[in-house]
C-alpha cells in the first residue's frame, strides 16, 4: 500500500507542476503583466517587484515574454506530436494489422528515416519548406511520425489474431472499424509514454530549431528564440537566460515525472 | 556468424536507402546546378555545356551511382557558395565534430556504467525518490542551456577555457580536446540520466526473476550474482540504447556547438541549409546519417557477443 | 576545489584516451609551417591548465594580451565570411572590402582624410589644362605579393578590367567608361585619354592594381598592400600576413587574422576569452558587456546610410504615401536611444554626414515623428487598418536587427504589423541584394569608391545595383545632367538636388549613420578612423 502511495507519487507531482505550468501559460494568452512585446527605456534591468524576471535589451518585460513564448513553444509542440501520433498511428495500425510486403516496405523506409538524427532530419526538411513557425512545425512532425509508427505497429500487429479480433471480423466488421474500435483502445497504454516521450522531445526540438534561427520569427517569441537572445546578454542580464532556459527544463520536467508515474503505475497494475 | 552476414547486409541496404532517399530528395529541390553556378544570365550554350561535363545530361539513376562512386572516393562535388570542393570544406569540421561527439560518447559510457548500478542498488530505498527526480531533471535540462552556463562559468568566469578560442586541432590536439571536453559534458548530462534510468529499470527487472531470486536464496553471494548474471544480462538493451544515443549525440552537437564557438559541421550545416549550399547540404546529411547507422550495428554486433540467446534467437 | 581537481583529472584522462584517434585524423589538414607557434600554444595551453585554479585571482589580461602580443599577431573578429570570389575587381560586400584593404591598392589610394595620396604611382598625376589628359609616374620597384614587379602592363590591365568586364559592379564601370586610351610613355610612364572630364576620376582610380598574368585572384588574392593574403578558410578565418617588400611604412603586426562567426555572441565571447584582439561595429548593448580594464571601446562613424530601405515595386511600396507615411512613422531619434544607447547621427537622405560636401542636413528633419499624419496618409493610401510587411534583416549583424526590431515596435503603433525575417550573409547578398526579392531591409550602404556619384547612382532606374526598384524620371534626367556637369560646385548642387529627390519621394526611411564602436583589447594601439567603411591594419600595434 505504501509502495502505491510513493509511485502515484511522481504522478500527482508531474500532473501538478504540468498543470500550474499550463495554466499559467494558457493566463498568458490573456493576460501579461506587461505588453510582452512592447519596448521602454528600463533597459536591462534586473529582477524587481516590477518585473520579477528583470527586462531585457528593449526594456520588454521577461516574465511577459516567457508568459507568452511558452505559449508558442507549448503549440508547436502539440502540433508537432498531434502530426506525428495521427499519421504515425495510421501507418502504424494500418501496416500492423495488414503486414505484407507493403509493411515490410514501410518499415525499411522508417529505419532509413530512424537513422538521421532528429534535428538533422528537421534541418533537411527546412531546407526543403523554408523556415518559419509553420514550417518547423510540419517538419517536426514529420520527423516524429516514424518512432510514433514503430511503436503503434507493435501493438497493433501484436492484437491482429487476438480471439475477439478475429470474431469480429467473422462477424463482419469492417477494417476500419476493427481498428478504431476494437484495436486502438488496446494501445492507449503504448501510445500514451510514447506522447510524453514525444511531447518533451518535441520542446526540445522546438527549442533547438529557433535557437538556430530557423523557427519563430520576431517580434513572435518562443522559448528557443528567447534563449538565443539571452545568450547575447549572458553578462548584462543573467536572469534572461536562467529564467528561460529554467522554464524549459520545468516544463519537460513536468511532462518527464507524468512519464515516469505512468510507467511505475503501469507496472504495478500489470 | 550468420548473424553478423545478415547485420551488414541490413547495414548496407539501409545505407543505401538513406543515400537513394537524400539524393532524390536534393536532386528534386536544387533546381538545376549548371544555372546556379553560372548565374542566371549565361548563355543556353554554356550551360548546356557545364550540365554535360557535370553529368546532368545522364539518366536519374546514373547520376545517382555516379555520385554515390564519388561519396566513396572522396569527390562530394562542388560547393556553390564557396567554387571549392565540398570534400576539402567540410573535412576539418568532421574531424572537429567526430572527435566532439565521441568525447561525449565516451562520458556517457564512463558515467552510465557505476551511476547506474549505484541507482539499481539504491532502488526502493529511501533515496530513490531523490535519485528518480533528479534524473529526470537532468534528463529536462537542455543541453544548449547546459552550454550557455557552462560557457559562462567556466569559460568566462572561471576562464578554465577560452570561449571562441577554439585551438587548431591538428597542432594542439590537448587544448582542443580540453576544450571540446565541455561541450562533450554538456551534451552527455541528459544522455547519462537515461541511460541510468534505462539500467537501473533492466537490473530491477532483472532481479525480480526466478533465477536470481533462487540464486540468491540459496545462498550466493548477492554481489557475485548481480555481476555473473544480472549485469550481463541487463547489458543488452542498454548497448542498444547507447547505439541509439548516437542520433541523439550528432543531433545535440550541432546545436551546442554553435554556443561554444566550436568550428564542427553544425554551425557549416545550418548556415549550407539557410545558404542553399545543397551540395555541402547533401554530403553531410549521409555522413552523418552513415554514422549513425554505423553505431547502431555496432551496438547490435556488441550484444551478440554479450547475449548469446540472441545468436539463436531468430529475430 | 575538490570537485575541480576531479573536474581535471576527468578532462585530462578523457583527452587522453581520445588523442590517438583523432589527432592522426587531424594532422594531415595543416602543413608543419608553423612549428614555434605550436609550441608555443602547447606550452601556453599546459600552463593554463596549471594555473587553472588560481584563474579567477590572476588579472585576465596576463594570458590573454600577452600571447597574441608576443607572436606580434591579433585576432580581429569579423561578422561574415569574405564574398564567394575575393577578386578585388568583382567584390560587392562592404564587409569584404574592409578587409581586402590592406591587401590591395591602386595607383591612389585613401588617407585618413578621406584624400587619394600616390600608392602604385609615384607621385600625383600632371593633368593637362583640359582635364583630358592624365600622365601617372609609376613608383619605382613596386612588388605584387607574388614576388614580380609591378610594370605598366600591369597598371593597364587593371584599369581595362574594371571599365569593361561585366561582372565589374556599374559605378565603377560606368565612371571609367570616359576613359578612351592608355598609353605608355617609356617603361613607367602612363598616359591617360579622356573623351570627357570626370571630377571623380581621382577617387575611381583607386582600383586595385592586379598582376595581368594571374589567373587566381578569386581563390589567391594577390595584389601590393601592406598585407599578403595567406590563406582562407570557409566560415572560420581569413589569415593576412605582413608583406616584407611592401614599398611604403611597413606594417607594424606579423600576421592578422580575421575569425569569421556569424553568431554575435561568439564574437562577445571571443573577445571576453582572450582570443579576439578586437571587433568593429559592435552595439552599446555589446561593449556594454565587455570588461573596462580589459578593452578600450573607440567610437568612429561607420560612413554608411543606415535605413529601411523599401522595395519601391512591391504593395504597398510602390505608393509614396505609404512611403512617406513609413518615414513620419517611424521615430528615428528612438531607435537611436532604444538600439543604440541614443548614440549615431540622424540622416535624411542617401549621404552620411561625414561626406560634408555633399551631406545636406537640411533634409535630416523633412519628415519629423508623427503618428497622424502616418494614419492619415495610410488611409489615403487604402490602408486605414495598415497593412502587415516584412522587414529582411542580415542575421549576423545585430545593429541591424536591433533597429529592425525596434521599427517594428514603431510601426505597429500605426497599424502596421512588421515581422522581422532573419538571414544569413550569403542569403541577404543572394535574394535580398541580388535578387531584389524582399519587402524592406535594414541595411547599410558604403560609398566605395568614395564619391557621391557611388552613392546616388544606385537609384537610377535603370543600375544594376537598384536593389530598391526607385524609379523617378526626374531622378534620372538630374542623375544625367550630374555626370555630365564638368563644374564642380554646380555639380555638388545638382547631386544635393539628387538626395532631395530621394527624401521628398521617400525612396527608403533613412534613418542615421552608425556610431562605430570598436572593442580594442588594452596595449593595441594605433587605431586609424578613415571616412570609409575600411579598417587600416597596417597602423595597430602592441605596446
Redesign the interface.
Known amino acids: 500500500m505504501k509502495k502505491k502511495v510513493?509511485i502515484n507519487?511522481?504522478l500527482a507531482a508531474g500532473l501538478i507542476l504540468t498543470a500550474v505550468i499550463i495554466l499559467w501559460i494558457v493566463v498568458g494568452q490573456f493576460y501579461t503583466p506587461y505588453d510582452p512585446?512592447?519596448?521602454s527605456?528600463d533597459?536591462?534591468q534586473g529582477p524587481t517587484l516590477a518585473h520579477l524576471f528583470g527586462t531585457d535589451?528593449?526594456?520588454r518585460d521577461i516574465f511577459s515574454r516567457v508568459m507568452r513564448g511558452s505559449w508558442t513553444t507549448l503549440v508547436i509542440a502539440v502540433s508537432t506530436v498531434a502530426i506525428g501520433c495521427v499519421v504515425g498511428t495510421i501507418i502504424g495500425a494500418v501496416t500492423g494489422y495488414f503486414g505484407g510486403a507493403a509493411d515490410e516496405a514501410l518499415m525499411?523506409?522508417n529505419?532509413?528515416?530512424?537513422?538521421?538524427?532528429?534535428?538533422?532530419l528537421a534541418?533537411?526538411i527546412?531546407?526543403?519548406l523554408g523556415?518559419g513557425k509553420y514550417n518547423v512545425t510540419v517538419a517536426l512532425g514529420i520527423v516524429f511520425i516514424p518512432s510514433f509508427a514503430r511503436v503503434t505497429r507493435t501493438a497493433f500487429a501484436a492484437q491482429r489474431d487476438v480471439n475477439y479480433i478475429t470474431s469480429a471480423r467473422l462477424m463482419g466488421a469492417s477494417w476500419i472499424r476493427i481498428l478504431v474500435v476494437h484495436m486502438l483502445p488496446n494501445t492507449i497504454n503504448v501510445l500514451l509514454p510514447a506522447v510524453t516521450i514525444g511531447f518533451?522531445n518535441a520542446v526540445?526540438a522546438e527549442?533547438?530549431m529557433s535557437?538556430?534561427?530557423?523557427g519563430v520569427?520576431?517580434?513572435?517569441v518562443s522559448m528557443g528564440y528567447m534563449?538565443s537572445e539571452?545568450?547575447?546578454?549572458?553578462?548584462?542580464a543573467?536572469w534572461y537566460?536562467?529564467s528561460?532556459?529554467i522554464m524549459?527544463?520545468?516544463?519537460?520536467?513536468g511532462v518527464?515525472?507524468i512519464g515516469?508515474g505512468m510507467q511505475r503505475l503501469d507496472k504495478e497494475v500489470g | 556468424m550468420k548473424y553478423v552476414l545478415r547485420r551488414i547486409v541490413t547495414l548496407v541496404l539501409t545505407m543505401i536507402m538513406v543515400s537513394f532517399l537524400s539524393f532524390a530528395a536534393f536532386h528534386l529541390i536544387s533546381g538545376d546546378p549548371a544555372v546556379v553556378i553560372l548565374g542566371t544570365s549565361a548563355t543556353p550554350e554554356r550551360l548546356e555545356a557545364l550540365r554535360r561535363s557535370m553529368g546532368l545530361d545522364q539518366p536519374f539513376l546514373i547520376q545517382y551511382f555516379r555520385w554515390l562512386a564519388g561519396f566513396f572516393t572522396g569527390n562530394l562535388g562542388i560547393s556553390y557558395s564557396y567554387q571549392q570542393p565540398v570534400a576539402a570544406l567540410i573535412m576539418p569540421k568532421l574531424q572537429v565534430t567526430f572527435c566532439m561527439v565521441m568525447l561525449s560518447f565516451a562520458v556517457i559510457i564512463i558515467c552510465s556504467f557505476p551511476i547506474g548500478l549505484f541507482s539499481s542498488r539504491i532502488a526502493g530505498s529511501r533515496l530513490d525518490w531523490l535519485h528518480t527526480t533528479f534524473n529526470q531533471l537532468c534528463m529536462a535540462v537542455p543541453a544548449f542551456f547546459l552550454s550557455i552556463l557552462v560557457t559562462y562559468v567556466f569559460g568566462i568566469a572561471l576562464k578554465w577555457f577560452r570561449p571562441g578560442a577554439f585551438p587548431d586541432l591538428a597542432k594542439n590536439p590537448v587544448g582542443a580536446m580540453h576544450y571540446l571536453f565541455y561541450a562533450a559534458v554538456c551534451i552527455a548530462i541528459p544522455r547519462i540520466a537515461m541511460c541510468v534510468r534505462m539500467m537501473r529499470s533492466t537490473i530491477i527487472g532483472e532481479m525480480e526473476k526466478n533465477y536470481v531470486r533462487t540464486a540468491i536464496s540459496r545462498g550466493n553471494d548477492r554481489g557475485r550474482v548481480l555481476r555473473r548474471h544480472v549485469l550481463k544480462n541487463s547489458l543488452v538493451p542498454t548497448i542498444t540504447l547507447l547505439g541509439q544515443t548516437m542520433a541523439e549525440i550528432v543531433s545535440g552537437g550541432i546545436v551546442v556547438e554553435q554556443v561554444f564557438g566550436i568550428p564542427g559541421m553544425g554551425r557549416f550545416l545550418v548556415l549550407s541549409i539557410s545558404n542553399k549550399d545543397y551540395p555541402v547540404v547533401q554530403a553531410l546529411v549521409v555522413i552523418l546519417a552513415f554514422w549513425v547507422i554505423m553505431a547502431g550495428t555496432v551496438a547490435d554486433l556488441l550484444n551478440q557477443t554479450v547475449d548469446t540467446r540472441l545468436r539463436l534467437g531468430g529475430r | 576545489m575538490k570537485k575541480r581537481v576531479l573536474a581535471g583529472i576527468l578532462a585530462l584522462s578523457m583527452t587522453g584516451a581520445l588523442l590517438a584517434g583523432c589527432g592522426a585524423s587531424g594532422s594531415g589538414s595543416s602543413g608543419s609551417a608553423d612549428a614555434q607557434a605550436t609550441e608555443a600554444e602547447t606550452e601556453e595551453a599546459a600552463a593554463e591548465e596549471e594555473a587553472a585554479p588560481e584563474a579567477e585571482e590572476a588579472p585576465a589580461e596576463g594570458g590573454a594580451t600577452a600571447e597574441h602580443a608576443a607572436t606580434n599577431e591579433i585576432v580581429i573578429g569579423i561578422a561574415q565570411d569574405l564574398d564567394r570570389s575575393l577578386d578585388p575587381h568583382y567584390t560587392v560586400a562592404a564587409g569584404t572590402k574592409e578587409v581586402m584593404f590592406n591587401v590591395f591598392e591602386g595607383l591612389v589610394k585613401y588617407d585618413s582624410n578621406g584624400d587619394t595620396i600616390p600608392a602604385v604611382a609615384a607621385e600625383a598625376p600632371e593633368i593637362s589644362e583640359d582635364g583630358l589628359t592624365y600622365t601617372f609616374t609609376l613608383r619605382d620597384g613596386v612588388k605584387f605579393h607574388n614576388g614580380e614587379t609591378v610594370d605598366l602592363d600591369d597598371v593597364i590591365y587593371s584599369i581595362t578590367r574594371c571599365r569593361d568586364d561585366e561582372n565589374v559592379n556599374s559605378q565603377t564601370r560606368t565612371g571609367l567608361a570616359c576613359i578612351a586610351d592608355l598609353q605608355k610613355d617609356g617603361d613607367n610612364k602612363l598616359v591617360m585619354t579622356l573623351s570627357e572630364p570626370n571630377t571623380e576620376l581621382m577617387s575611381l582610380l583607386t582600383l586595385a592594381i592586379i598582376p595581368s598574368d594571374y589567373d587566381q585572384q578569386d581563390t589567391a588574392p594577390v595584389g601590393t598592400g601592406p598585407y599578403k593574403f595567406v590563406s582562407r578558410t570557409a566560415q572560420d578565418s581569413v589569415v593576412l600576413e605582413k608583406f616584407a617588400d611592401y614599398w611604403g611604412t611597413p606594417g607594424n603586426l606579423d600576421k592578422i587574422t580575421y575569425k569569421i562567426n556569424e553568431n554575435a555572441e561568439g564574437l562577445m565571447n571571443g573577445l571576453s576569452s582572450g582570443a579576439i584582439d578586437l571587433v568593429s561595429h559592435l552595439t552599446t548593448v555589446q561593449t556594454a558587456q565587455l570588461d573596462e580594464e580589459e578593452f578600450n571601446v573607440e567610437t568612429g562613424t561607420m560612413n554608411l546610410v543606415q535605413a529601411l530601405y523599401l522595395n519601391n515595386a512591391v504593395e504597398p511600396f510602390n505608393d509614396i504615401r505609404v512611403r512617406q507615411a513609413m518615414c513620419y512613422a517611424v521615430d528615428r531619434q528612438y531607435v537611436l536611444d532604444m538600439a543604440f544607447d541614443g548614440q549615431g547621427f540622424l540622416i535624411g537622405s542617401n549621404v552620411f554626414p561625414a561626406f560634408t560636401k555633399y551631406f545636406d542636413d537640411s533634409l535630416t528633419n523633412y519628415y519629423e515623428f508623427n503618428q497622424t499624419e502616418a494614419k492619415r496618409l495610410l488611409s489615403e493610401a487604402g490602408y486605414p487598418d495598415g497593412f502587415d510587411m516584412t522587414i529582411t534583416v542580415p542575421q549576423n549583424y545585430d545593429p541591424h536587427v536591433a533597429t529592425g526590431e525596434v521599427i517594428a515596435d514603431k510601426l505597429k503603433e500605426v497599424g502596421i504589423n512588421a515581422t522581422i525575417k532573419k538571414v544569413t550573409w550569403d542569403q541577404w547578398l543572394e535574394e535580398t541584394y541580388n535578387g531584389r526579392d524582399f519587402q524592406s531591409t535594414v541595411i547599410g550602404l558604403t560609398a566605395d569608391p568614395l564619391t557621391a556619384r557611388s552613392l546616388l547612382e544606385r537609384f537610377k532606374s535603370d543600375a544594376d545595383n537598384n536593389f530598391i526598384n526607385y524609379s523617378n524620371a526626374e531622378y534620372d534626367e538630374l542623375f544625367q545632367k550630374a555626370i555630365t556637369c564638368y563644374d564642380d560646385a554646380e555639380q555638388t548642387e545638382i547631386y544635393k538636388a539628387l538626395e532631395k529627390n530621394l527624401t521628398e519621394n521617400a525612396a527608403s526611411v533613412y534613418i542615421q549613420d552608425m556610431a562605430d564602436m570598436i572593442a580594442v583589447r588594452k596595449g593595441l594601439t594605433g587605431l586609424t578612423f578613415y571616412p570609409l567603411y575600411v579598417l587600416d591594419v597596417s597602423t595597430l600595434k602592441w605596446e
Open positions: 510513493r507519487g511522481y512585446t512592447k519596448m527605456m533597459k536591462l535589451r528593449f526594456g525499411r523506409i529505419d532509413a528515416l530512424t537513422a538521421f538524427p532528429s534535428i538533422l534541418l533537411v527546412i531546407s526543403f523556415p518533451n526540445l527549442a533547438s535557437f538556430l534561427g530557423i520569427n520576431p517580434p513572435d534563449l539571452a545568450q547575447g546578454m549572458i553578462k548584462a543573467p537566460a536562467i528561460v532556459g524549459i527544463a520545468l516544463l519537460i520536467f518527464g515525472l515516469e
